[in-house]
């Protein structure tokens, strides 16, 4: 018997859970929108499409870095310490970042920075994922993978007004981000307390299929990885869909931060800049509780594979039908509907991991989850930094963007069609 989303929050292992993941998540919606800040809407600093681009990669590029060893790692260590240990190092990252920015350092250093904290984040985030099935029962995993992370990323939202408002109160300078930025510290320290409250060793793994060596485990990661999502069927083809979304959103993402920056200008209680930027966040937000709410009704009732190929099919008309006006009020109906969509793919693919990946692998497939996903992320920003202009308006890129969601529908029925 399935289990409704109440029923989780009386279960000790999952409310723990999920309270160390509000304060991370929370943590992590502070830090992004504090860098943001202090990189693309600074006054003191200037942002073209590809300084916007190295944005992104700082952000995404730790999942593809790190997440190997994240995998591998949460596959042989007690993943309990791992969250309680992730945590405190991110927080003192966070703090070296936050004075990064007061001294107003940029480019590299501050990059390499804004990568370590990312990076560690991994750790948090994947020991998570992994986690999950040992606070829940086993049947109900697409249902609590659903509510802890839908809340989850409200909560990253609520971090991410918070670092809003209160650079609107400190200020938009270099020591104002800084500030900023560096409040998101307090989050990391409530995530790794209420993690150590969990007993050694609860939360995995039950058995280590690892060689002694910790370095040749960490070698053998993505391989290791890759061959467990190539013997699930289920996996390999959510991987399909999800790099078409991946790909896409990326494109369309680099374009709506141009248009706020440079082309938008406020429109009565829709704002421009970085209050803009917020109001893109909440709206995805929206579209993220909605799909937390729908998704496990829609696979219940149609199957994982229509409630794919529809996610797709809707992505690909909201990039062509709300996009190609590029007017702000359009732009953030297609952010709600395209980050809904997305949040439903990603919730069949964790399901899918969780469920049919065994416990010995189920870090390492998470792990290149991460890698290649934002990989292919990154790569798509990377390329449309090179073509669009400074002012965003670029229909070509984003009938591109309409295009990649089609063929990951495509290349989605041949992965089934495989499997039968």
């Known amino acids: 018997m399935k289990l409704g989303p109440r029923a989780f929050f009386r279960m000790p292992g999952f409310r723990r859970l999920l309270f160390s993941r509000f304060a991370a998540q929370w943590s992590d919606g502070v830090f992004r929108a504090g860098l943001a800040g202090a990189v693309l809407f600074n006054p003191e600093r200037g942002a073209d499409p590809l300084t916007i681009a190295g944005g992104f990669a700082v952000l995404l590029l730790p999942y593809s870095v790190i997440g190997p060893f994240a995998g591998a790692l949460l596959d042989r260590w007690d993943r309990r310490r791992v969250l309680v240990t992730a945590n405190l190092l991110r927080g003192l990252a966070i703090v070296l970042a936050s004075a990064a920015v007061g001294f107003g350092l940029a480019g590299t250093e501050l990059f390499v920075l804004a990568l370590l904290v990312e990076g560690v984040s991994r750790f948090v985030g994947s020991g998570m994922s992994a986690s999950l099935p040992h606070v829940v029962p086993r049947h109900s995993l697409v249902t609590a993978n659903a509510v802890a992370t839908t809340l989850g990323a409200m909560v990253a939202v609520v971090g991410g007004g918070c670092a809003i408002g209160l650079r609107a109160v400190i200020g938009s300078g270099n020591t104002g981000s800084a500030w900023t930025t560096a409040t998101a510290v307090l989050g990391t320290i409530v995530a790794a307390f209420t993690a150590s409250r969990f007993t050694a060793g609860s939360l995995g793994p039950d058995s280590v299929d690892e060689p002694e060596d910790a370095f040749v485990a960490v070698a053998r990661g ?64 929206a579209g993220i509780l909605l799909a937390g709410f729908a998704t496990p009704r829609l696979v219940n009732r149609f199957g994982r594979h229509r409630v794919v190929l529809s996610c797709l099919l809707l992505a690909a008309a909201s990039q062509a039908g709300l996009g190609l006006p590029m007017r702000l009020p359009t732009i953030l109906l297609a952010a709600f509907l395209i980050t809904g969509a997305g949040q439903v793919l990603k919730l069949c693919v964790d399901s899918a991991v969780q469920r049919d990946i065994g416990d010995e692998a189920r870090g390492r497939v998470f792990a290149l989850y991460d890698t290649l996903f934002n990989i292919t992320q990154v790569v798509a920003v990377a390329a449309a930094a090179a ?31 495989r499997k039968s």
């Open 222 to 285: 993505l391989a290791d990885g890759g061959r467990a999502a190539l013997g699930a069927p289920t996996v390999t083809a959510g991987f399909v869909a999800l790099f078409a979304h991946r790909a896409s959103y990326g494109i369309s993402l680099l374009l709506t931060v141009l248009l706020l920056r440079y082309s938008f200008t406020d429109s009565g209680l829709l704002k421009a800049g970085l209050p803009g930027l917020g109001q893109l966040a909440v709206m995805g937000a």
């Open 387 to 417: 073509f669009v202009p400074l002012d965003g308006r670029s229909p070509a890129l984003l009938l591109v963007a309409t295009a990649v969601y089609l063929l990951g529908g495509g290349g989605y029925l041949l992965a089934i069609r």
